[in-house]
Structures are given as structure tokens and as C-alpha cells.
């Protein structure tokens, strides 16, 4: 019988990107939503993120956070808004 199979093909298992860098060898607890890599525990950085609401007649809603998981670069380089410089004011 045939039954050699490998125990890899089990199922597909993301790795840290991260983690896959610098040699480890770390499964992805989530996925950044906004590069797409799998990010582990230790480089998953969880946030909130506004939801834009309509504006309109009837009660104030809550405001409601969603979920925002990232992976720790792509944090800073979210938090870290650059301010573009626009016309010179004055
Ligand atoms: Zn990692
Ligand atoms: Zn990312």
C-alpha cells in the first residue's frame, strides 16, 4: 500500500513573513489586512479602526471600531500619517 503521505500536504499552514526572515519557522495567526502576509502572535499588532458612519437623522449611533489586524510594519507605517505637504498656507 501507498499510504505515504506526507504529513505537510495535511493542510495549508501560513507562516509568519516575518518570522520566515530571519529563520523561524512561525504559523500565522492572521493575516494583515494590508499587505496580505501571514503575521504571527508576536508581529500581529491589533487596532481599531473607525467606520464611517452616515450622517443623518435619528439617534447617535455608538460608534462602532472594527478590527483592524496588521502586521507591526505595516502598523507604524499606518500610525505614522505623513502630513503631504499641500500648498504653502498664508
Ligand atoms: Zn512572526
Ligand atoms: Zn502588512
Redesign the pocket.
Known sequence: MNDTVPSEERGIVMKCYDCTQIGRDEDAVAV??????G?CAQHLRVGDEDVRRIAGMGPSYEPRKARHM??V??YEAESSVSTAPLASVG
Do not use: E, L
Open positions: 494583515c489586512r494590508h499587505c496580505g502576509s503575521v496588521t502586521y510594519q505595516c
